[in-house]
Structures are given as structure tokens and as C-alpha cells.
């Protein structure tokens, strides 16, 4: 993590929806699974702003979007 001299305390908020249909509950367990992976990558690659993005799964099908805001507080 950063040091911060300037007094301010970095905030992320991820505000994530995700919907799948599927054969069973393992098959919809995996494929979520599977695309909360690519998106955490996504993220520790710091490929986002603060906005809203929608979310693909590792196939490409749009399965949902996350919001994700970046900010600071006065510590």
C-alpha cells in the first residue's frame, strides 16, 4: 500500500451484480467463479476508473456490471 503524506485515506467501492443461467448450481457456482477471477485480475492491473463497466465472462457473454469508485477521506 501507499504511503500517504497528504492526509488523505484511499477508499474503493465495488458495487458488483452478476446473473447466470446454467444447467445446475456447480456449472453456475464455477462459471461465476471463473469470471470473479478475471475481473479481480482486471482490477490488480488497475485496467479501471471510477464509473460503471459491464462484466463478460471468460467466454465473452455480458453477465453484469460493476461500479467502482475510487476516493479518499480526510485521516
Keep these: 500500500m501507499d504511503d500517504h503524506d497528504d492526509g488523505i485515506t ?3 467501492k465495488l458495487d458488483l451484480e452478476l446473473e447466470f443461467e446454467g444447467p445446475n ?3 453456475l457456482n464455477k ?3 471463473d ?10 492491473k488497475d485496467e479501471f476508473e471510477s ?3 459491464p ?10 456490471e460493476v ?7 480526510d485521516g
Excluded: F
Excluded at 469470471?35 to 490488480?44: G, K, M, N, P, V
Excluded at 461500479?67 to 477521506?73: A, C, E, K, L, N
Design 10 to 12: 484511499p477508499m474503493l
Design 25 to 27: 448450481d456447480a456449472t
Design 31 to 33: 462459471w461465476a467463479a
Design 35 to 44: 469470471t470473479l477471477r478475471l475481473l479481480a485480475d482486471r482490477i490488480e
Design 51 to 53: 464509473g460503471h463497466y
Design 55 to 64: 462484466v463478460q465472462d471468460k467466454v465473452g457473454k455480458a453477465v453484469g
Design 67 to 73: 461500479y467502482i469508485d475510487y476516493s479518499g477521506t
